[in-house]
């Protein structure tokens, strides 16, 4: 019993990784004003990114720089569209991941190498989970202490005071979804670096998750943490209990499966009142 | 005459996009798009698919324009459209008769509004966003139809994982049936919904109100408007109407349900929303656009272009289309 | 400028000068807002920029602070001529400004305003900011909680923390738009003795106002603009109140003897009511008031007395912790907004852009905004286009709204033409109670006279009742037939026949704030 307690902490570190280091880039991006459904994308783009770059050219390096330079790219498009053309910030957000996930199903399919031969062609996924906790202690202190963080809080609670107090609230915005991308490709080539070869839509919906931890951890990097490792633990639970009776009766995966989305789901019932978004969410 | 330059760009930067895509996965663009053209409207049997096609697109597109005109994003219209699939078969399956049929027809429009109810509930009694709830159901509905489909309504003789075929007594009448071309009523159905809403919506007093709410809900509120019960009652319509579209799916074309049933219909309809732009009977000519370029994508495969044109496309349409109707309301004030 | 025998004295007078204007043009569209305007701003001096609203002074002030660029003039600061591009521009000259509506960020702590757009370092090291901000405090007699959110600060504290945040950028020249608008009066005070000891400490402080008992009492020189061009510029020894009130308005207006009548049956009855404002504070406490048919309500009071959380529970958008209110009769409570409506209430809403029309609608549209479910508006479920169309027209006629057609959008109606358009729809169908939140907000004094003549005149002929709540007192007592103070969410009636002395109800207004 307590192996089995020691292996669902473990995989609920493993588990958790992705979902943290996307909820931190969702952090910049809604801190400083910006909806950002575009997480899944983003993480999607980076993964296929990393796999090929990685068996490309056999280079950890490389496929890690790819996949966040495919991260940024996408964080830029969704800045230029929101800001620039005024599109309304969820409609980009999902029309990129639609976009994104059609374009990285449709390379899948056609370039075959898209395969690591050996793990090592990326990262291996440990640097990336401590990886992950660092950096949201970094963005605590980031955003609580830094002239930086200031200035995010500022134009993501409101843009035209900030205008008046001298900021550039578009300036702070695409700065902002540069690093939501580099947190997102972090996030992406974890994925990559824990399955070693791309598989269509393989994020899976985590960027939806790695958003609502981030809602529940009401916009601050700590709490949406510790909310990333509750789902993070409760996949864990899904993958050990599978199969598994519990007092006699036979629970489908499924049920386990859907667990986490449920808990998402309560805990927004309960406690999205209590949390305020960051005020100047989705205004121009 | 001032020309949209910046919109310009966007638009043959999306283009762009479309053109690579498809030359860096060993396509000739002109030849793709001409083939997707015939296999989507060069033929009666093509129509037949495409119109099949458009009946679920036009049902998830009204449903996320009726939650989008109250100022929602029903992006669960996926699961919606799943869940209320599953009800109609098993209704369908008992009841073999064309009364089967109609209860059939009820209890998709039921569980598919079940299914949004709690975002709807959420939304308007908690603060939480529906997008973010909309998206947990999905998820929790399809790992339902996984189970169902997998356990319970599992047609044990067959090899994949699919209810059993309904009996032809509950099927949807045809309107045309000379095929290579046929047609069931379902897709007459849905248009006719979308006409009424469109009526509805203009002329009554609670349309009005709807539109209020999702225009400005402050001045809603000091207008007497009931803002929450209009965000749980709209939350609740769209998510009927995607249910309705499970229905008519089964009951007229597939006559079962089976794993990857709604292939995505859910989400296509936020773009066959977002397309019509404000007006709802131009959800029709959208649905029928993205039925055209879903067909003619899908039969892509057969020559040797894989699945996922079609994301690219809608997703690039969504966005440049949102673009230039931004424009146009930042134009008026 | 003769401060003895230091070197000090060799100064002139154009020394003193922190920034000159010269002759500044600036035009919006058709509209010419400013007109060949010249000002000065000294060291040492409180200057008070008068003017009506649309007068110009905003727009003057934002040209000084490089906030707008000016087609025509020069601007020169020191003595030296500069070209300002931007407000960061402007901060860089140490121009500072304290907008009307503050420039706080509600959900940032005290000390994160202060600093925003000008931290010391990229770091920020919390202890030393918080002395830095402790030794500004205490030079002007203020204490902060600086990690408290600044969405615990009233509205003196919000003004004050204004202050600090230009010492915090060494502005030099102060421009402060509208200080007083949202204080009490003792806070005003306090406020104007804050503002001298920084100008004797060598600051230009400018003051934008329409108070001319500020300017008289605390001001040392004075500019009056109309319409965009310069109507004076001379000390404040030199004039008096009735000279400023010409050069402002131009023509006097006459105050209209208002038609007698009996006050007839209580329309609305509030009694010991108390709600809860947005922060949990009691925003009404225990508020009586009777309107009765016929009678137009003045309810005096500085912004933020309550008047808005008043409103919203007669409206029905919020529920009272106590008290009672009847409404026609009948006991409001548990009855809906809508219902409410049906009962005759109608409202002239506040922020109209927020709350009374959706600017992309049609005019048509929005005339049954709020009135939607009445007849003749409705039929059964339906919407009754042609009487909707009528409504419309009615509703841009009465004030002679100017309007390209009632198809066209909301938006294509300049300000003041909104502004009639709404305050028509509250008066034109059925209505029993109106309440009105600065029913003449962006008209003109005719347009505004307008307004507040037709509203008597439908009280008066429809048996029905207003409470107008308006910033400005004059207003209340020029055009209303009695006025009731609010202050601190309670409301004082003056006793009877004092029902508009302009001494008794500033009292009122100030006794409990």
Redesign the interface.
């Known amino acids: 019993m307590t192996n089995d307690m020691m292996q669902v902490l473990m995989s609920t570190v493993v588990l958790s990784g992705p979902l943290i280091l996307a909820a931190l880039g969702g952090l910049f991006s809604e801190r400083s004003g910006v909806i950002n ?1 575009a997480l899944e994308g983003k993480m999607l783009g980076a993964a296929c990114t990393a796999v090929f770059i990685g068996a490309q050219t056999g280079s950890p390096l490389l496929s890690l720089i790819g996949a966040l330079g495919a991260a940024v790219i996408i964080g830029l498009i969704h800045a230029v ?1 929101t800001q ?5 910030h ?3 957000g ?17 370039l075959p190498q898209l395969q690591t031969d050996e793990a090592a062609a990326i990262f291996p996924s440990s640097f990336f989970w401590t990886m992950a906790f660092v950096l949201a202690g970094a963005a605590a202190l980031y955003i609580a202490r830094t002239r930086g963080g200031l200035h995010l809080l500022a134009v993501g609670n409101d843009p035209d005071k900030s205008r008046q107090m001298g900021l550039n609230p578009v300036k702070i915005r695409f700065k902002s979804l540069a690093v939501a991308g580099l947190l997102c490709g972090l996030s992406g080539a974890l994925i990559a670096s824990t399955s070693g070869n791309f598989v ?1 839509n393989m994020t899976d ?1 985590r960027g ?1 998750i790695a ?2 931890a981030l ?1 529940l951890g009401g916009w601050r990097a700590i709490p949406a943490l510790l909310a990333c490792l509750l789902f993070g633990f409760f996949h864990a639970l899904e993958l050990m209990l599978q199969g598994q009776p519990i007092l006699g009766v036979d629970l ?1 995966p ?2 386990w ?2 667990l986490p ?2 808990a ?2 309560i805990a ?3 406690f ?2 209590h949390n305020k978004a960051p005020a100047g969410l989705g205004r121009p | 005459m001032h020309l949209p330059w ?2 310009i760009w ?1 638009t043959l930067a999306a283009f762009a ?1 479309i053109w690579l ?1 498809l030359v ?3 396509a000739y663009p002109p030849e793709a798009f001409r083939e997707m053209i015939i296999r989507s409207v060069g033929k009666p049997a093509a129509w037949r698919e495409t119109l099949f096609q458009m009946t679920p697109l036009l049902a998830t597109g009204l449903a996320v324009f009726v939650a989008l005109r109250a100022g929602l ?1 029903n ?1 669960g219209a996926e699961g919606q459209l799943m869940v209320g699939s599953l009800a109609s078969v098993a209704v369908a399956l008992a009841i073999p008769s064309a009364f089967g049929m109609i209860l059939a027809i009820v209890a998709g429009i039921v569980a598919g509004a079940l299914w949004a109810l ?1 975002a709807g ?2 939304k308007a009694y ?4 529906e ?3 909309t ?3 999905n ?2 509905g399809m ?2 139809a ?2 169902l489909l ?2 319970p309504m599992r047609n044990k003789l067959q090899e994949s994982t699919t209810t059993a075929a309904i009996d032809e007594a509950a099927y949807i009448p045809h309107v045309v049936d000379q095929m290579p071309f046929r047609m069931n009523l379902s897709l007459i159905i849905v248009t006719l919904i979308t006409v009424g809403f469109a009526y509805w919506l203009k ?4 349309g ?2 709807l539109s ?1 709410v999702g ?2 809900p ?2 809603a ?6 803002l929450k019960k209009v965000t749980v009652w709209s939350m609740t319509a769209s998510g009927a109407l995607a249910g309705l579209g499970g229905a008519l799916m089964v009951l007229g074309d597939e006559h079962r349900v089976y794993m990857g049933f709604s292939g995505g219909y859910g ?1 296509d309809g ?2 066959v929303a ?1 397309l019509a732009g404000g007006s709802p009977i131009a959800v029709v000519p959208s649905a029928f656009l993205f039925a055209v370029i879903s067909q003619g994508s899908d039969s892509l495969a057969q020559i040797q ?12 349409i ?2 440049v289309f ?2 230039y109707r ?2 146009k ?2 134009h ?2 | 400028m003769d401060d003895g025998g230091d070197v000090r004295s060799l100064r002139t007078e154009s020394d003193g000068v922190a920034a000159h204007l010269d002759g500044i043009t600036k035009v919006f569209g058709k509209l010419t807002a400013l007109d060949q305007v010249s000002f000065t701003a000294n060291r040492g001096r409180i200057q008070a920029l008068v003017g009506e609203n649309g007068a110009g002074k905003t727009t003057l002030m934002r040209v000084l602070y490089g906030a707008l660029k000016p087609e025509q003039g020069a601007i020169s600061l020191h003595g030296n001529e500069v070209q300002l591009d931007s407000a960061a521009d402007g901060i860089s000259h140490h121009i500072g400004m304290v907008s009307q509506h503050y420039a706080i960020i509600p959900e940032l702590t005290c000390l994160q305003n202060l600093m925003l757009g000008a931290e010391p370092e990229a770091w920020i090291k919390q202890a030393e900011c918080i002395s830095r901000a402790d030794e500004l405090a205490t030079k002007m007699g203020f204490s902060f909680d600086w990690t408290a959110k600044a969405e615990t600060l009233s509205p003196s504290g919000a003004q004050k923390l204004e202050i600090l945040k230009l010492l915090w950028r060494d502005a030099e020249i102060m421009i402060l738009d509208e200080p007083t608008a949202m204080l009490s009066p003792a806070d005003s005070d306090a406020l104007f003795g804050s503002l001298r000891q920084l100008a004797d400490q060598g600051a230009a402080i400018i003051v934008v106002t329409h108070r001319l008992p500020e300017v008289l009492d605390y001001c040392d020189h004075v500019t009056v603009l109309r319409g965009g061009k310069l109507m004076a510029d001379k000390p404040v020894s030199e004039t008096n109140a009735e000279e400023l009130a010409e050069l402002i308005i131009g023509h006097g207006v006459d105050a209209p003897v208002l038609d007698e009548f009996e006050p007839g049956e209580i329309l609305l009855k509030v009694a010991s009511l108390t709600v809860k404002g947005e922060r949990g504070d009691e925003a009404v406490q225990g508020a009586d008031l009777t309107l009765r048919s016929g009678e137009v309500v003045g309810l005096a009071g500085v912004d933020g007395s309550g008047q808005r959380e008043l409103f919203q529970a007669i ?1 029905g ?1 919020l529920n009272p912790v106590s008290g009672s209110i009847l409404l026609c009769g009948a006991d409001a409570e548990r009855v ?6 049906e009962q005759g209430l109608r ?1 002239i ?1 506040e922020d109209r852009h ?8 049609s005019l048509e ?1 929005n005339a ?3 009135l ?2 009445l007849e003749p508006l ?1 039929s059964g ?3 009754d ?1 042609k009487e909707r169309a009528d409504f419309a027209q009615q509703s841009t006629d009465l004030f002679a709204a100017k309007h390209q057609g009632i198809d066209k ?1 909301m ?1 294509s109606l300049s300000g003041g033409n909104q502004q009639r358009f709404v305050a028509a729809r509250a008066l034109l169908l059925r209505p029993k109670v109106i309440l009105a939140f600065q029913p003449t907000r962006g008209l003109d004094i005719d347009g505004a006279a307008q307004v507040f003549s037709q509203l008597r005149k439908t009280c008066r002929d429809e048996n029905a009742a207003a409470l107008v709540v308006s910033f400005d007192l004059d207003e209340l007592i020029e055009h209303t037939d009695r006025i009731v103070a609010m202050s601190g969410g309670r409301i004082q009636s003056p006793p009877p026949g004092e029902e508009k002395s302009r001494k008794i109800i500033g009292e009122l207004m100030v006794e409990a704030g």
């Open positions: 459904i569209l620039v053309y005024n599109v309304d969820i409609i980009s999902m029309g990129l991941n639609a976009s994104i996930l059609g374009a990285t199903t449709l390379f899948a399919k056609t269509p919906g939806y958003l609502a809602i489908p499924e049920l499966q859907s989305y449920a998402a789901l927004l019932a309960l999205a009142g | 910046k919109h966007l996009l895509a860096a996965v060993g994003f992006i709690p509930l959420i908690r603060g939480g966003h997008v973010i709830s998206i947990m159901l998820s929790i790992a339902l996984g189970w997998a356990g002329r009554s007093v609670k009005y109100e209020l225009k400005n402050i001045a509120k000091f207008s007497g408007a009931a989400f936020l773009g977002m272009i894989p699945k996922g044109l079609n994301g690219v496309l809608l997703g690039l969504i966005i949102a673009a931004a424009k309301e930042t008026h004030d | 409206l958008l809906s907004p809508s219902k409410r409506i409202l809403a927020a709350e009374g029309v959706v600017d992309d609608w549209a049954s905004l709020g939607q479910r409705r479920p339906w919407i286009r959008p938006s």
